[in-house]
């Protein structure tokens, strides 16, 4: 993609442009808010009933003890990794168009794995104990936590991506706090003052933080790959059919890229409506970020095919007959929906002119992420229903509990990330002045001129 | 609260006028102790940047960070499994899984070098700083500046900014 775009805003209007809307958003907003907060509403009351009552409420039984709740939490990490890989991997690939989507995607990130998170503790039933279960302490017999078990390894690429991901996210956002300190007074600038660390922007700060940001972006860069590799270890180091597989690692990381990407889009082109914000994520970006989802969604189909492939070629008669009946079976359904909104649906965006229909591009968004969830539910559900003795077999379904958690979940995502929107930058100005046309006098500052 | 020096700042517009008066006063004793502001991190100025303060030595702190991560995610499995041997289908307590410790080597390598470099961006870039100076309120919108300590707008120092091309050179006190 050339890099060139035609702007008609230049580095002046950055700031008054992205401040300015924060204060006064779009009545869009206050709907999504309130529909967010409805949603969160009745996660808290499921997730209540269910402390209180027992995982009884959740539809979760022999042989089923994964479920929705994991299958969420996979679907978030998942959502979560494209936000480090728009601020790390194409920072580093030096990709411009980053700079006007990274900071929605970085935030993004934040809350995904924020609410990823909770999962573990909600699928546990007794959360009140649940953090001394993911930490390596000794138990009551003073037994270390097992090192070799992909669980415990996963609580390290959680913990260790959260961390890694609010840092670069807060970060990012330093500059621009101080850009917010000197437009205030009294009691916000203090705050603000605080927030930004006293930041002031010069070039001995600029050089440190440049060198600083380009190593968080390198060691992020393996993280993005090796999260999402461990979360698809904790189901290919089993000996369960349908997940001991070693295409599992790629698989997944592309899938929660894709996933990412789409969630990415679904809320940026709200949110720009929102906080009128058109002038600065221009439609070359959004166009970038599609075919960023179109690339990672081939991936995806070409996982699924090898994934039927091996099964078949490998002889192994269980493997097979997952695979058959994943297809075929009680929960095609799901299957299918999962590779007509992760495979056929993105298909579109071969089109230049789908591209560039930002209506048909949030639609196809929408379903991949629908499809995404769905990849998690079917991988999970259809291998844990049929395992290798007949007479464990069973069908699950969610329960209304799960199922409301699950809206929950969506309803603490978005809440966040509206209150973010509504109190920061949901453009990181420092870096989209990057790649404006630059201010020189040769040029002069011009309405219309090319940058990234 | 201690009391800031005294001095003038120039306000400019242009990119290019900014890096030929960052060049030009670089090394000039006229002009010990300045400052230049940005409002971004524009290549050109981080290339002057680079040759005033030399390679940032944020460096050494991702480095020191990430190889006691390293250290730590196989030092803290491998203690835990001596203080306590799981033993698995009978395998000789002492033999240690080492292939799933690369797991925590690599977490912790990178979680410890984050934190680091955090660090090392935060004291090479002398921050946190309750008690900044705001040189102007513009350099974190659209404009550049220069801060020169003790001189006034009338010195040679005041005039040669304006020449190379200064929108605005004021007294700060």
């Known amino acids: 993609m050339s890099d060139e775009i035609t702007w008609d805003k230049t580095v002046s209007d950055v700031n008054d442009g992205i401040l300015a809307p924060t204060g006064k958003p779009h009545p869009m907003y206050y709907g999504a808010l309130g529909l967010s907060l409805v949603c969160l509403l009745i996660g808290i009351v499921a997730w209540s009933l269910q402390i209180i009552y027992g995982m009884g409420l959740s539809g979760l039984n022999s042989p089923v003890y994964w479920g929705t709740y994991i299958t969420n939490f996979v679907f978030w990490v998942g959502i979560g990794h494209a936000g480090t890989l728009i601020s790390a991997i194409l920072f580093l690939f030096r990709a411009k168009w980053r700079n006007s989507v990274n900071r929605s995607a970085e935030a993004m990130t934040v ?261 995404m969830w769905f990849e998690r539910y079917n991988i999970i559900i259809s291998s844990l229903v049929e395992d290798f003795v007949p007479g464990s077999w069973g069908h699950y379904e969610p329960s209304l509990t799960e199922l409301a958690i699950t809206i929950g979940s969506f309803g603490w995502f978005f809440t966040w990330l509206l209150i973010f929107c509504r109190f920061f930058p949901f453009v990181s100005m420092s870096e989209l002045k990057l790649i404006m046309p630059k201010p020189l006098r040769s040029s002069g500052v011009k309405r219309q001129g090319t940058g990234g | 609260m201690k009391k800031q020096q005294p001095g003038i700042v120039a306000i400019f517009r242009y990119l290019d006028d900014i890096c030929h008066v960052t060049e030009s006063i670089r090394d000039s004793r006229d002009f010990r102790g300045h400052e230049i502001v940005s409002f971004t991190s524009y290549h050109e100025l981080m290339h002057l940047a680079e040759e005033r303060h030399g390679p940032s030595q944020v460096r050494w702190f991702t480095l020191v960070g990430a190889l006691s991560g390293v250290f730590t995610g196989f030092a803290m499995p491998l203690w835990m499994d001596y203080d306590w041997p799981i033993v698995v289908g009978g395998k000789t307590a002492g033999i240690y899984s080492v292939p799933a410790y690369f797991v925590f080597g690599f977490e912790l390598m990178v979680l410890f070098g984050a934190l680091a470099t955090i660090m090392g961006m935060l004291v090479m870039g002398r921050l946190p700083n309750p008690k900044a100076r705001i040189y102007d309120k513009r350099t974190t919108d659209d404009r550049f500046a220069v801060f020169v300590p003790g001189v006034s707008v009338e010195s040679e120092q005041a005039r040669l900014l304006k020449e190379k091309g200064a929108e605005e050179v004021y007294s700060t006190t």
């Open chain 1, 111 to 371: 809350f995904a794995v924020i609410t990823a998170g909770m999962f573990p503790l909600i699928h546990v039933g007794r959360v009140w104990v649940a953090a001394y279960w993911m930490v390596p302490l000794p138990n009551t017999n003073q037994l270390w936590v097992n090192f070799r078990s992909p669980l415990i390894w996963d609580v390290f690429a959680i913990s260790t991506y959260l961390t890694v991901s609010l840092l670069f996210w807060y970060m990012g956002l330093v500059p621009d706090i101080a850009s917010m300190r000197d437009r205030v007074r009294g009691f916000k600038r203090l705050v603000f003052g605080f927030m930004s660390f006293g930041w002031t922007g010069t070039l001995r700060q600029w050089h440190h933080y440049e060198a600083g940001y380009g190593f968080l972006a390198a060691l992020a860069t393996p993280l993005v790959l090796s999260v999402h590799s461990i979360v698809s270890w904790d189901f290919a180091m089993s000996v369960q059919p349908g997940w001991h597989t070693t295409i599992f690692p790629p698989y997944f990381v592309a899938g929660a890229i894709l996933s990412g990407c789409a969630m990415v889009y679904t809320l940026v082109l709200p949110f720009r409506t929102m906080f009128r914000l058109e002038g600065f994520i221009r439609k070359e970006h959004l166009e970038a970020l599609i075919k960023l989802t179109l690339l990672t969604s081939t991936i995806v189909f070409y996982a699924y095919g090898i994934e039927f492939f091996v099964a078949w070629y490998s002889g192994n008669e269980y493997e097979w007959a997952i695979f058959q009946k994943r297809a075929t079976g009680p929960y095609a359904f799901y299957f299918w929906v999962m590779v007509s909104c992760n495979c056929f649906f993105p298909l579109a965006f071969w089109s230049s002119k789908i591209r560039n229909n930002q209506v048909a591009c949030f639609i196809i968004c929408v379903l991949i992420n629908v499809g």
